[in-house]
Nanobody, 121 residues
Framework: QVQLVESGGGLVQPGGSLRLSCAASGSISSLNFMAWYRQAPGKERELVARISSIGYTYYAVFVKGRFTISRENAKITVYLQMNSLKPEDTAVYYC???????????????WGQGTQVTVSS
């Protein structure tokens, strides 16, 4: 069974920084991408950043220049470095992975449990 475990959330003042991490356990046959989503109360879940199996990155316009997504391939781990945090960044942040398991003919999606990020003075 493939599982994603997240950590690194917490309370930070505006302008501060946090580093989120997500580690995958279990075996996969191929990786499409890993990503971070977030969901604030009363809002839809939205894509924050994504990194492909070969390192291509995508950032939502509202975080570009402040956040950096990266991977550690040997451990199937993804990170999100968040700088210059704003109150509107407050949300539950979720790790997401698209991958094939041995025997799969298409990608499956996996989600972490979420980690709370609160930006407040």
């Amino acid at each position: 069974q493939v599982q994603l475990v997240e950590s690194g959330g917490g309370l930070v003042q505006p302008g501060g920084s946090l580093r989120l991490s997500c580690a995958a356990s279990g075996s996969i046959s191929s990786l499409n991408f890993m990503a971070w989503y977030r969901q604030a109360p009363g809002k839809e879940r939205e894509l924050v950043a994504r990194i492909s199996s070969i390192g291509y990155t995508y950032y939502a316009v509202f975080v570009k220049g402040r956040f950096t997504i990266s991977r550690e391939n040997a451990k199937i781990t993804v990170y999100l470095q968040m700088n210059s945090l704003k109150p509107e960044d407050t949300a539950v942040y979720y790790c997401n992975m698209q991958a094939k398991l041995p025997g799969d003919y298409s990608n499956r999606e996996y989600w972490g449990q979420g980690t709370q990020v609160t930006v407040s003075s």
